[in-house]
């Protein structure tokens, strides 16, 4: 591989290129098998020399192509610091939010800017059946390494629409419920009409004003000891579960 | 500061060195308050010159000791790359797994390796009131610098019992409960008896086989959708908020 490439999709490890070339990086066989096995865009599939031998032990590769580069090729395109052989490269399929389908629960993501978080919050939804997730501005980007580190597969089977505003929210024809701290206890909740959206704040800030503004159901999870706060992943995927059972 | 204590307390970020000398770090105003209000144990504060502003106008600071040193120095002891200003010494209390409270509830946790997943662990935990938290060998250090960030305080109302074993699992007197797949449904299960004991395994390799063949009742959580497994944190938030209501 020539150094200009290994420049270009070491790029994609910023936001920036990946919204000018509408493609990111997956990393690792679990990772790479997963896509292939979801039917994912995967546009190139690169693998080190050194990982060459778990590549053809991997059925999984079989009639797929796969570029042999150097390790140290693999090594500046890669996220992190000990990659584990195989990088993909995917692409970011173009989305707008008035084809969400209008009768599936999602997510929005308001000012959520931790990219692990991110991650984690669209593998918990995916488990419970949410593959649709909305950002607002300020966001993370949901193809940021870390987040589909995060994500562990999930990213394959969820459709992301950045950049949409509280307006959009109000508008949406969906159940606005808020995760926050002094509203109905989660375990108090029953018959929440689908379908309903469930926004969740950032840590820092928790959710803004002008999405409060709009009417909305509060969902809290009780507390039984010490602590301001949960982690917002975890808080999420307590309401998912709650609201799964409901 | 002379150079020697800066390497000493830099040291600090390293296992070995804690176990040295039975301390380890906290950063930042947030988290040196929260040590301050719940009668942590601090043996020495530190804040860098820029922040010497910040220092001034908490008044949280105001009858405590804090030692003012250069910002090149708080850089070097600390664990992140934009410090915030301010590191906290304390003591790592010595604790005796025969003393663990015979009432109480607690978290068993199985070769748990990521630092961060066992810091959001315990915040989660003490949210839910569960400050015994009980660690087999293998697992990750609950001191490690990325543990305690991840616990956003809950360390100071926490306490921890670092390499024991299986057997010490059988003999505990407590119900033994393992999160796992293919266990009872969180939802179906109802009059857990208390004081029990909740096992959590790595997400690599689950709950080790020496466990598995103690006597104990398994806990899943329902798939709606897709994924191989959950977030471990994430999972013993949606089972303790379970336990929490059943």
Redesign the interface.
């Known amino acids: 591989m020539n150094e200009k490439k290994v420049k270009k999709l070491s790029s994609l490890r910023i936001k920036k290129y990946r919204d000018k070339h509408r493609q990111f990086l997956i990393e690792g066989f679990r990772l790479t098998r997963e896509a292939l096995s979801a039917g994912t865009d995967l546009t190139a599939l690169y693998c080190s020399e050194s990982a060459r031998d778990d590549l053809e032990k991997a059925s999984a590769f079989r009639h797929v192509p796969v570029e042999i580069i150097q390790d140290k090729q693999l090594q500046k395109i890669s996220d992190t610091v000990t990659p584990s052989g195989i990088i993909g490269v995917c692409a970011i399929p173009a989305t707008d939010i008035e084809s969400i389908p209008k009768n599936d629960n999602c997510i929005f993501l308001d000012s959520l800017n931790d990219p ?1 978080n991110l991650g ?1 919050i669209v ?9 649709q997730i909305v950002l607002s501005e300020n966001s993370a980007d949901p193809y940021n390494p870390k987040a589909v580190r ?1 994500g ?3 990213h394959f ?1 969820t459709t992301f629409y950045p950049n949409i505003s509280a307006e959009w929210l109000q508008s949406c024809g969906k159940k606005i419920l808020v995760a926050d701290t002094g509203g109905d206890p ?2 108090a909740i029953e018959n929440i009409p689908e379908p309903w959206i469930l926004v969740m704040g950032s840590e820092a800030s928790g959710v803004s004003e002008n999405i409060l503004s709009i009417d909305h159901q509060k969902m809290s ?11 917002v ?6 309401i998912l ?2 609201l ?2 409901s």
């Not at 593998?123 to 593959?131: E, L, M, N, P, S």
């Not at 992943?233 to 307590?238: F, L």
């Open positions: 692990g984690t593998r918990t939804a995916a488990w419970f059946g949410i593959h995060g562990m597969g999930a089977y989660i375990d999870i009780p507390k039984f000891g010490k602590g301001e706060s949960l982690n992943a975890v808080a999420a995927g307590i579960s709650s799964a059972k």
